[in-house]
């Protein structure tokens, strides 16, 4: 998709327009979507989604419906609005897994869940066995799991 329409592409003009701000109380342009997601301020496709129609509803106030850059305002939201449709499941999940991040929630899976044991050989060896993410894996702890404390290796003054 081809933006022809360089109005919605930048806020310079329209706020050089002193009826503008007058008429537009919540001013959108392209650019300042792009920034707006280029620092993470969406927290969900539809936040990012009602950017593009708060555009889209700018353009037609300001230049009436059938203005060829409300016209490109109503394409672009038509675009982002189909495309979101499509992807509806996945940006579902990646929602939700970033709210249970944000929250403290440990990702666990349901055939495999998150664990450690450890578990000493006859040498003395200590092994943990660890199960991450739903990959299981044995770490070798050694045998002097003091790690210096309590003990005289380090007291050599």
């Keep these: 998709m081809t933006v022809t329409c360089f109005y919605l592409l930048t806020p310079s003009v329209q706020y050089r327009l002193s009826y503008y701000a007058q008429m537009i109380l919540w001013p959108i342009d392209l650019s ?12 969900t496709a539809d936040s990012f989604l ?15 419906e059938h203005d060829e850059i409300s016209v490109h305002a109503k394409e672009i939201y038509d675009f982002v609005k189909s495309t979101i449709d499509q992807n509806r499941d996945e ?7 970033v709210a249970d991040q944000l929250a403290g929630k440990k990702k666990t899976s349901k ?26 894996t044995q770490v070798n702890l ?3 799991l003091t790690f210096g404390f309590g003990s005289d290796s ?4």
């Design 91 to 97: 940006f579902d999940q990646i929602e939700q897994a």
């Design 50 to 64: 009602e950017e593009f129609d708060l555009m889209k509803k700018n353009a037609i106030k300001f230049n009436g």
């Design 111 to 136: 055939k495999k869940g998150g664990s450690a044991s450890a578990t000493s050989s006859s040498a003395g060896t200590m092994t943990a066995n660890i199960v991450l993410d739903g990959v299981q």
């Design 32 to 43: 300042t979507i792009r920034e707006k997601n280029q620092k993470y301020e969406y927290k």
């Design 142 to 144: 050694g045998n002097d």
């Design 154 to 157: 380090d007291d050599s003054d």
